[in-house]
Each structure stands twice: as structure tokens, then as C-alpha cells.
């Protein structure tokens, strides 16, 4: 009995199926949902109805429509709170940026202010290793020092702005 009732449901929603699926389709498609889209949520909709048990067959239309607007409306729910997590993401992401590129703008202003307070030479040697990216070697030939006498300045330079940017940053 139980068997030919599901046989029953199957039939009447197959010969439904043939009838109405183009507005169904025209239900998701009215939405501006792409049309691959369309056609997997009206095999949904049908799914749907292939779950259900009992079917009354005079109510078998209405049901497809009520059911293909909820799908719709959860399609846009989804899209919204999906829409609301990347953005929020991307506010976060925005934020992070620019705190770091603020924090790296005080890092830069402590760093020159530093070199500012050193000797001459130590302020030379310590530029043209951070900034013209030179090797000991090279400073040491345009600035006449000892390749030791470079190295010691390095040294003494680095570890003045480490300790003055480590106060400013809380470390």
C-alpha cells in the first residue's frame, strides 16, 4: 500500500515537473539569480517534494510554489550573511593595514630621529647600511674607516635605535 502511494507521489510529481518547472524557473530567474543557478534550485524544489510522504494532489502545485520562494529566500539570505562576513572581513583586514602601517610610520620617525642624534660618521655609516644597502666593505672604502672600525660603528648604531624603538613600541 505504503509502495503504490510513493509511486503515486513520484508520478504526480514527474507530470508536475513537466508542467510547471519553467515557472518555477521564472520564480528564481525574476530574482536575477544566474540561470545555472535556477535550474539546480528547481531540482531542488522537486527534491523537496520527492521527500515528502503524503501529497495531496489538488495542493501539489501550490506547495512547489511555496517551496521554490523559501528556497529563494534562503539563497538570499545566505548571499547577504555572506556578504556581511567578507566584509566584515575585509574591514578587519583594512584595519589591521593601517594600524601596522601607522606603527611602521612611528617605527620610521624613531629610527630618523636617532640617526639625528648620532655623530656624523655614525649617522654615514649607519644610512648606507640600512638604506643604500651597502656592505661593510663598501663603506668602509668610501668612508676611509677600517673595515673594523665599520663594523663597531654598525654595531653600536643598530643596537641604539633597537633599544629607542623597543621603548617606543612597549617591548
Known amino acids: 500500500m505504503e509502495l503504490t502511494i510513493q509511486v503515486q507521489n513520484r508520478k504526480l510529481i514527474g507530470e508536475l515537473y513537466l ?7 521564472a520564480i528564481f530567474r525574476q530574482a536575477c539569480i544566474a540561470e545555472d543557478k535556477c535550474e539546480d534550485m528547481v531540482h531542488d524544489v522537486f527534491m523537496k517534494l520527492l521527500g515528502i510522504d503524503l501529497i495531496l494532489e489538488r495542493q501539489l502545485k501550490a506547495l512547489a510554489v511555496t517551496i521554490a520562494y523559501q528556497l529563494r529566500t534562503d539563497y538570499f539570505r545566505h ?12 574591514w578587519r583586514i583594512e584595519q589591521s593595514y593601517t594600524n601596522t602601517e601607522a606603527e611602521m610610520n612611528d617605527i620610521l620617525n624613531t629610527e630618523m630621529k636617532v640617526i ?4 656624523d ?3 654615514m655609516v649607519y644610512r648606507m647600511l640600512r638604506f643604500d644597502d651597502k656592505t661593510t666593505d663598501e663603506i668602509a672604502i ?3 674607516l677600517s673595515k ?4 663597531s660603528r654598525i654595531y653600536r648604531t643598530r643596537s ?8 617606543v613600541i612597549n617591548f
Not at 673594523?148 to 663594523?151: H, L, N, Q
Open 148 to 151: 673594523r672600525a665599520v663594523e
Open 121 to 123: 660618521k655614525d649617522a
Open 160 to 167: 641604539m635605535v633597537r633599544e629607542r624603538v623597543r621603548e
Open 142 to 144: 668610501e668612508t676611509g
Open 19 to 25: 508542467q510547471i518547472k519553467p515557472e518555477i524557473f
Open 79 to 90: 548571499r547577504a550573511y555572506v556578504n556581511k562576513v567578507r566584509n566584515d572581513s575585509l
Open 116 to 119: 639625528h642624534c648620532m655623530s
